[in-house]
C-alpha cells in the first residue's frame, strides 16, 4: 500500500481473502465478504449467516454486517469519511460493473485507484505454501497411478472423471477444476467436455486434473496409450516431451548461471521446438502460475513478460492437437527454490501403454 501510494484497499476476491484470513468459509456464489484495510484498521464485511464463523477463525479483524438495513456501500463511505481516505485501492479485475456502482454509489470516484495489490504478493510463494501445493500433487500422483489400473474397454470418460475424482474425494482432497477426460480424436480439443464416448483399443487416452487440498491446488495431465502405440504415435509423444523438456533445461541452466529466467523464452524454446517437428504452433500458453487459483501468476506466454523469481509455482504444459486424430499433453508443477528448480508433480511421463 504504501508503494501504491495508497490509504486503504478494498478486497472483494474471494481467494485474497482467503489468503489474508486463513478462512476458507465464505460461499464462492455470492458476494459473501469484502475486506476492507487501512494503515491502522482491518475490516470484515459479511452476512450474518457467517458471522459466528467468522468470529471464531478470523482474527483482528472488526465485523461489519451486511445487509439491507446497513448497505456495504453506506458502510464503506462512512470508513472512508473516518479515516480520512484520500486514495483506496479496489480489484477491479473482480468486481462487477453494477457492483461497482452499487459500492461506490456515493463515493467521489476521483479516490478510487485499481490494483492487483494482493494478488501480486501470492505470485511469491512462502515455504508453507509450496509444501500445501506438494501435497496436493501428491494426492494427484496417487489419482492417476489409480486411475491407469482402472481403466477397462467399454468404460465412458464420464465413467473415469468419476473414478478419478471418487478416489481423490475418498482420500481427503476435492477437485481443483473441471476434469478432462478425453479418448483418441476427442483429445484434440484442449478443453474437451467429457461425455458417453466409450474407450477402444489402440487410441490415447488424455487426463487433465487437479486436487485441491487445504485450499492449495494442482494441476496435470498425462497422455497415454491404451493398446499398443504406433511408430508415429511414439514419435508424436516423443516431440511434446522433448518440448517440454527443452524448457525445463533452459530455466536450469539460467538458474545455474544466476540469470534472468524469461517466461516467453521457455514458451518460445517449447513452441518453436514442436513447429520444427511439423506440428502446430502451441495454441496457448506453455504455463501458467497456481496456489489458492488453478490459474494465476506468473504466466510463461510470448504475451507477457514475466521474469521467474524464487517462490514461484507454474505448470510447464506443451501439446499437439491434431483434429479428428488425437491430441497428447504432458503438465507438471514446478516450483523454484533456493534458485532451483524443483518439480512438484512426479508420475512417470515415458509413453506408457495399457495392454
Not at 478462512?23 to 469484502?34: I, L, Q
Not at 480520512?84 to 459500492?103: H, M, Q, T, Y
Not at 494427484?140 to 465412458?156: E, F, N, P, T, V
Not at 510447464?316 to 491434431?322: D, K, Q, S, T, V
Request: hydrophobic content about 40%.
Amino acid at each position: 500500500m504504501l508503494k501504491q501510494k495508497l490509504d486503504a484497499v478494498l478486497i472483494s476476491s474471494i481467494p485474497n481473502i482467503i489468503y489474508l484470513t486463513d478462512f476458507s468459509g465464505f460461499g464462492t456464489k455470492d458476494r459473501d465478504a469484502f475486506l476492507l484495510i487501512t494503515n491502522t484498521h482491518q475490516y470484515l464485511f459479511t452476512h450474518a449467516i457467517y458471522r459466528d464463523a467468522a468470529m471464531k477463525f478470523i482474527k483482528k479483524f472488526e465485523l461489519i454486517g451486511m445487509n439491507r438495513e446497513n448497505p456495504t456501500g453506506e458502510s464503506i463511505k462512512k470508513l472512508i469519511i473516518n479515516h480520512s481516505i484520500k486514495k483506496l485501492g479496489f480489484e477491479d479485475a473482480n468486481l462487477s460493473v453494477w457492483e461497482f456502482e452499487r459500492l461506490f454509489k456515493k463515493v467521489n470516484k476521483k479516490i478510487l485507484l485499481p490494483t492487483g495489490v494482493v494478488s501480486q504478493l501470492r505470485t511469491i510463494k512462502n515455504t508453507d505454501e509450496i509444501d500445501a501445493i506438494k501435497n496436493a500433487c501428491a494426492l494427484g500422483d496417487k489419482a492417476y497411478s489409480h486411475i491407469q489400473k482402472s481403466l477397462r474397454i467399454g468404460m465412458s470418460e464420464k465413467d473415469v472423471a468419476f473414478e478419478l475424482e471418487y478416489f481423490i474425494r475418498k482420500n481427503g482432497g476435492e477437485i481443483s477444476f473441471t476434469t478432462i477426460v478425453a479418448f483418441g480424436e476427442n483429445a484434440a480439443y484442449i478443453h474437451h467436455e467429457k461425455g458417453n464416448r466409450r474407450l477402444k483399443s489402440d487410441e490415447f487416452v488424455l487426463l487433465d486434473f487437479g486436487v485441491k487440498l487445504n485450499n492449495y491446488c494442482s494441476d496435470m495431465s498425462r497422455t497415454f496409450f491404451f493398446g499398443k502405440a504406433r511408430a508415429d504415435d511414439r514419435k508424436s509423444y516423443q516431440s511434446v516431451l522433448k518440448s517440454q523438456q527443452n524448457a525445463i533445461d533452459y530455466i536450469e541452466e539460467k538458474l545455474s548461471k544466476k540469470e534472468k529466467i524469461q517466461g516467453e523464452m521457455a514458451d518460445k524454446i517449447s513452441r518453436d521446438y514442436l513447429v520444427s517437428q511439423g506440428f502446430p504452433n502451441l495454441p496457448y500458453s506453455l504455463g501458467h502460475g497456481i496456489g489458492l487459483e488453478v490459474h494465476e501468476a506468473p504466466r510463461l506466454t510470448p504475451a507477457y513478460k514475466q521474469i521467474l523469481e524464487n517462490g514461484m509455482v507454474f505448470s510447464i504444459e506443451p501439446g499437439i492437437y491434431l483434429t479428428g486424430k488425437f491430441g497428447i499433453r504432458i503438465e507438471d508443477l514446478f516450483a523454484i527454490e533456493n534458485n532451483k528448480l524443483i518439480p512438484l508433480t512426479h508420475s512417470p511421463k515415458d509413453l506408457i501403454e495399457i495392454k
